[in-house]
């Protein structure tokens, strides 16, 4: 009977796990800005779980166990190689929308994903895991293994570091507007 009920939750869990894969993946592409080394890292990450789903002591906290992982994954991968970042090559149409606005809005996530690979590694984990995975600051901070207090400075100084990062580079283009408007 023991037995039945473990497998019953090894199954549960498991499908969890496989519905965060969507959600891993974003957060992986944030950090690394490589489609293919993202969706490795997914890879790795989703393997290395179900091998040790016998680590997972909670399993409300299976999201934060994840992320942990991830970044396990990532920091590993950043210790062997050295990133390379080429956002040229990302596909962001979803082809549902004018064509017009569809490109508006890609040019408006290039300018965020650039300004956030601009950030400190550290800075950038927190912001897209409470900004984007919405997670809570004690989940990220298990996840990243670093102090309540430390991802509450980073999320903080990723937020100004954004903020200042994309009001610069639209004072940017309104001086590259200018300067077109000059020569007419």
């Known amino acids: 009977m023991k037995k039945l009920l473990i497998s019953s939750k ?3 869990l498991r499908k ?5 894969r969507t959600a891993m993946y974003r957060v992986a592409l944030s950090w690394c800005n490589e489609p293919a080394l993202a ?3 997914v890879q790795e990450t989703t393997l290395t779980a179900l091998n040790k789903l016998d680590q997972l002591r909670d399993d409300a906290r299976l999201e934060a166990w994840l992320y942990r992982i991830l970044n396990n994954c990532w920091l590993g991968y950043l210790r062997k190689n050295r990133p390379t970042v080429d956002i040229d090559n990302m596909i962001l149409d979803n082809g549902e929308q004018p064509l017009e606005q569809s ?6 996530r290039t300018r965020v994903r ?3 690979s601009q950030l400190p590694m550290g800075q950038r984990q927190v912001l897209t895991l409470v900004d984007l995975q919405e997670l809570s600051y004690r989940e990220v901070s298990e996840a990243l293994d670093i102090p309540i207090g430390t991802v509450m400075s ?3 100084r990723a937020r100004q570091g954004l903020k200042e990062i994309l009001l610069s580079s639209k004072e940017e283009l309104r001086m590259q507007k200018q300067h077109l408007r000059r020569v007419k």
């Open 10 to 12: 090894h199954r549960q």
């Open 16 to 20: 969890r796990i496989c519905e965060q």
């Open 39 to 41: 969706d490795d890292l």
């Open 103 to 108: 490109l508006q809005q890609q040019q408006v």
């Open 114 to 116: 650039n300004a956030i």
């Open 154 to 156: 980073r999320i903080s």
